[in-house]
């Protein structure tokens, strides 16, 4: 499964890049298997370990308790705390 | 009540006075309140520069915007954020709200402000010359916003 990694704000300099696409063999069912299963592949994936941090797949924000259904080719943004106005 | 709700994301300076122009309101309206952030200068700061989400970003100022009208009965709201690079003195969000009497457009606007700078996808940069620093929320920020959590008022 390919999905389309995202990372916006500290966060991007903290695994060292903007967006990359990575292949998973298997689908992970909540946010937090999601995360366990990519910190190895990424170089300094433990950034995606920070507890702050807001998922959003396909544009649309996602809870760690709820059951993901990923899909071949989703995207999936990490978002780090926001600090508008 | 009609109400109307006016989001606003743009890369321009934003100009205050055009969307004071903007702003409609219902002759009901006994009261306007508005809020203006503007980039302080502090510690050889250049520039400030916001990062949004391209998608995430007008949604939630959407969602903040009903949430501030339905909480506080204001009839018309406008939100208006800045992104992209910003010089010292430059606004970087502007609102408006709209009321029948006062208390209700001031709580309206103060909650709005409070609200996004932790629930809007926005990422802050201060640039001194070439390095920058990210802006991380700070507790008083959390605060703020959480107080307005808990009273619920």
Known sequence: MKLTLEFFGPLRDRVGQASTVLTLVERPQSIPALIEALVPLLESGEALRDPHLRVAINDKFCSAAENLMLHDHDRVAFLSPFSGG | MMTRSDIVLTGEC????????????????????????????SDALTALELLHHRVLTPAALQRIAKAAMN???????????????????????????????????L??????????????????????GDKYDWVEPTPDDHEKAATWMETGS
């Open chain 2, 14 to 41: 934003l100009d205050i006075e055009a969307l004071n122009r903007r702003f409609q309101f219902g002759m009901g309206s006994g009261a306007i309140s508005t809020f203006t952030g503007l980039v302080r200068s």
């Open chain 2, 71 to 105: 909480r506080f009965g204001v009839a018309d709201l406008l939100i208006a954020h800045r992104y992209g690079r910003m010089a010292v003195g430059e606004p970087i969000v502007h609102i408006a709200g709209a009321a029948p009497h006062r208390r209700a457009a």
């Open chain 2, 107 to 128: 709580d309206c606007v103060s909650y709005a402000i409070d609200v996004l700078k932790t629930q809007a996808p926005f990422w802050k940069r201060e640039w001194r």
